[in-house]
């Protein structure tokens, strides 16, 4: 069992830069991909990011890439999302997911552990 905490969402304005934390325990952190997702008011979850397990490998949603960085520390068991030029449409309750292996995925199905999220809302 991996449980996932994440932290750092919050109000920012259109343009400004927010940095989210996603804390884990239980299995050895370094065993597994971390990815980053996202759900809108009536919309479906979509991926945003994602880190393999030993952080040589990443992905991006292309409506992020540029702006979003992925990250791990896995000696602090901590994977992170930094969010610069924040854009309204990106307004969402962001989760954290732990995938089964080391591997990249862009697809939810892939990843058995997920946090509750933490909501972003950026102001125009």
């Known amino acids: 069992q991996v449980q996932l905490v994440e932290s750092g969402g919050g109000l920012v304005q259109a343009g400004g830069s927010l940095r989210l934390s996603c804390a884990a325990s239980?299995?050895?952190?370094?065993?597994?991909?971390m990815g980053w997702f996202r759900q809108a008011p009536g919309k479906e979850r979509e991926f945003v990011a994602a880190?393999?397990?030993?952080?040589?490998?990443?992905s991006y949603a292309d409506s992020v890439k540029g702006r979003f960085t992925i990250s791990r520390n896995n000696a602090k068991d901590t994977v992170y999302l930094q969010m610069n030029n924040l854009k309204p449409e990106d307004t969402a309750v962001y989760y954290c997911?732990?995938?089964?292996?080391?591997?990249?995925?862009?697809?939810?199905?892939?990843?058995?552990?997920w946090g509750r999220g933490t909501q972003v809302t950026v102001s125009s």
């Open positions: 997911a732990a995938d089964g292996n080391v591997h990249v995925s862009r697809d939810a199905a892939a990843y058995d552990y």
């Open positions: 239980g299995r050895t952190f370094s065993s597994h991909a």
């Open positions: 880190i393999s397990g030993s952080g040589a490998s990443t």
